[in-house]
Structure formats: structure tokens, C-alpha cells
Nanobody
């Protein structure tokens, strides 16, 4: 099972980025997927998660109204659209999956056991 994030980079404050999380070796339609981030010196933070079929989503307060999670099961890819980015959003962003039998665990990192390698997002002028 492998998850690969892409789409990170350098963006100015107020800008937008769309992160992608592509799966190989398994079908995302059978898994909940979450997005997380970790800034230097800080704990890993859950941002959002989406159900197997994509009909349920949940967001942390830090992500509500600015970030949107979506899922394209035909492309086996999950996205995180981020808008109105701030310097405080600078972090390494990860996608992850919990065990397949989990229904909708939320975005607590400890429920997830398959992680991508992360993609660096830097918000700076």
C-alpha cells in the first residue's frame, strides 16, 4: 500500500494550492483518507478526512472555510484544495489511510497507519 502526495510548493499569502494524494496498491474507494500537516517543532495536526464513498467529510477548525477535501475514486486520488493561505499554514502536508475496516474515524492522526511521504508547502512573501 502506498500513498504519494504532490502539489506542494511556495505560495504567497492569500494564495491557493491544490494537493493531490494518489494511491497505488489499493483502491481508495475502500478507505477513509485524511489530510494532516506538521510544522517544524510542532505535533502532527489533523486537518480533514473523507469517507470511502466521498459522501462524508469533516474538518478541523484550522481548515474549515478555507480547505476543501474531495475524492475522485475513478482516478484513485484524493485532493485538498487550500485557499486564503497564511504563513502559519507552512508545513509538511501528509495524506494517510486508517485500516480498511474503519468506517469514519475522524482526523485524529493515531487512527491512521498508512502514510505518504509528505509534501512541503511554504507560504511566504
Amino acid at each position: 500500500l502506498q500513498l504519494v502526495e504532490s502539489g506542494g510548493g511556495l505560495v504567497q499569502p492569500g494564495g491557493s494550492l491544490r494537493l493531490s494524494c494518489a494511491a497505488s496498491g489499493f483502491t481508495l474507494a475502500n478507505y477513509v483518507i485524511g489530510w494532516f500537516r506538521q510544522a517544524p517543532g510542532k505535533a502532527r495536526e489533523g486537518l480533514s478526512c473523507i469517507s470511502k464513498g466521498g459522501e462524508l467529510t469533516d474538518y478541523a477548525d484550522s481548515a474549515k472555510c478555507r480547505f476543501t477535501i474531495s475524492k475522485d475514486n475513478a482516478k484513485n486520488t484524493v485532493y485538498l484544495q487550500m485557499t486564503s493561505l497564511r504563513p502559519g499554514d507552512t508545513a509538511v502536508y501528509y495524506c494517510a489511510a486508517p485500516p480498511g475496516h474503519y468506517y469514519f474515524p475522524g482526523y485524529g492522526p493515531y487512527d491512521y497507519d498508512t502514510w505518504g511521504q509528505g509534501t512541503q508547502d511554504t507560504v511566504s512573501s
